[in-house]
């Protein structure tokens, strides 16, 4: 089944291109079918790169999937215009008063950063606990896991004496989790972070559940409230095969002398072309969120969804 997307989003071309089924609005109101709504709080610079990288793990499942998109009033992004904005996105204010299945916070620039020191930190926390009674379930990644761990459960981020970044092996920490089916045992995801949250203030927390991890130096991968289908992705499974490729090239070339992301070169050899051992994860996660925890459970009527807590 298709994703719907808005009228000509570019990252439409690129999926196209990769035979996922995307439809534009017009056609998907011309479908008598309800689907999944889905908000996604895009934090990264380059709007364009992040959407195509979430579009194509949310458009490859046999559900139908309306997206919007919004992106923080309170600061204003320098890599992608305003009128791109203005085509494609919506801010918070616009829809505030509307309920979701799902809600995606991605990751964020800003990790070396207190919390409070981000420009945009008191519009996130309030996106966070509107996002308490208005959405099904929410799905936070790198930065935006960090900021929901840290806003909800008061769980604080630690800077780490080097950068983490490769593509490293997890594990699975719990059996017959609905949101795990079908990984195997062992499985790998990129990181690409300065912090981490740690498990031993993680575990404190008793509607806490540790889902997976990986080998050190990444730590914990996947923590959730399974009570209110929360989950917190410090990974980034929607990467492209180039991402870490771009960041390392990019951190080279600024003198910053980084190491080389672990398990993703041949042989650490970076003149080579890398090996992707994370995509059927990647979709997996993401088919299994939409599934088990958005379209299995969330009320037919949106507007039943926490009824009372409109605003």
Same mark, same amino acid.
Request: net charge negative.
């Given at each position: 089944?298709?994703?719907?997307? +808005?009228?000509?989003?570019? @990252? /439409?071309?690129?999926? !196209?291109?990769?035979?996922? &089924?995307?439809?534009?609005?017009? $056609?998907? #109101?011309?479908?008598?079918?309800?689907?999944?709504?889905?908000?996604?709080?895009?934090?990264?610079?380059?709007?364009?790169?992040?959407?195509?990288?979430?579009?194509?793990?949310?458009?490859?499942?046999?559900?139908?999937?309306?997206?919007?998109?919004?992106?923080?009033?309170?600061?204003? +992004?320098?890599?992608?215009? @305003? /009128?791109?904005?203005? !085509?494609?996105?919506?801010? &918070?204010?616009?829809?505030?008063? $509307?309920? #979701?299945?799902?809600?995606?916070?991605?990751?964020?620039?800003?990790?070396?950063?207190?919390?409070?020191?981000?420009?945009y930190w008191e519009e996130v926390?309030?996106?966070?606990?509107?996002?308490?009674?208005?959405?099904?379930?929410?799905?936070?990644?790198?930065?935006?896991?960090?900021?929901?761990l840290y806003y909800h459960y008061?769980?604080?981020?630690?800077?780490?004496?080097?950068?983490?970044?490769?593509?490293? $092996?997890?594990?699975?920490?719990?059996?017959?989790?609905?949101?795990?089916?079908?990984?195997?045992?062992?499985?790998?995801?990129?990181?690409?972070?300065?912090?981490?949250?740690?498990?031993?203030?993680?575990?404190?927390?008793?509607?806490?559940?540790?889902?997976?991890?990986?080998?050190?130096?990444?730590?914990?991968?996947?923590?959730?409230?399974?009570?209110?289908?929360?989950?917190?992705?410090?990974?980034?499974?929607?990467?492209?095969?180039?991402?870490?490729?771009?960041?390392?090239?990019?951190?080279?070339?600024?003198?910053l002398n980084p190491k080389i992301?672990?398990?993703?070169?041949?042989?650490?050899?970076?003149?080579?072309?890398?090996?992707?051992?994370?995509?059927?994860?990647?979709?997996?996660?993401?088919?299994?969120?939409?599934?088990?925890?958005?379209?299995?459970?969330?009320?037919?009527?949106?507007?039943?969804?926490?009824?009372?807590?409109?605003?």
């Open positions: 089944m298709p994703i719907k997307i +808005p009228n000509n989003l570019p @990252a /439409a071309h690129i999926l !196209e291109g990769e035979n996922i &089924f995307v439809m534009d609005a017009d $056609r998907a #109101y011309s479908q008598d079918i309800r689907p999944l709504r889905l908000l996604i709080l895009n934090l990264m610079p380059i709007k364009h790169i992040t959407e195509t990288q979430f579009l194509r793990l949310l458009g490859n499942t046999p559900l139908q999937v309306e997206v919007d998109f919004i992106y923080t009033e309170s600061y204003t +992004p320098s890599h992608t215009s @305003a /009128a791109y904005l203005s !085509e494609f996105y919506g801010t &918070f204010a616009e829809v505030r008063h $509307r309920k #979701y299945d799902g809600f995606i916070i991605t990751g964020a620039p800003v990790e070396n950063m207190a919390f409070e020191e981000v420009a926390a309030e996106i966070l606990e509107w996002s308490k009674t208005h959405v099904y379930s929410t799905f936070h990644v790198c930065w935006g896991a960090q900021a929901g008061g769980i604080q981020k630690h800077q780490m004496k080097e950068k983490i970044s490769g593509v490293f $092996r997890h594990h699975l920490c719990v059996e017959h989790e609905r949101l795990l089916r079908g990984f195997d045992d062992e499985f790998y995801v990129p990181h690409s972070r300065h912090t981490e949250n740690r498990r031993e203030d993680i575990v404190k927390v008793p509607e806490l559940t540790i889902l997976a991890e990986a080998e050190e130096p990444a730590g914990p991968y996947i923590v959730a409230n399974l009570e209110k289908r929360q989950f917190f992705i410090t990974g980034h499974a929607e990467y492209d095969p180039d991402t870490l490729k771009q960041e390392y090239d990019r951190d080279v070339k600024a003198g992301p672990i398990n993703y070169y041949p042989e650490d050899d970076p003149a080579r072309k890398p090996v992707v051992r994370w995509r059927s994860v990647a979709h997996l996660l993401f088919a299994n969120w939409l599934n088990y925890y958005v379209y299995q459970e969330t009320p037919y009527e949106l507007d039943e969804l926490y009824k009372g807590h409109d605003d």
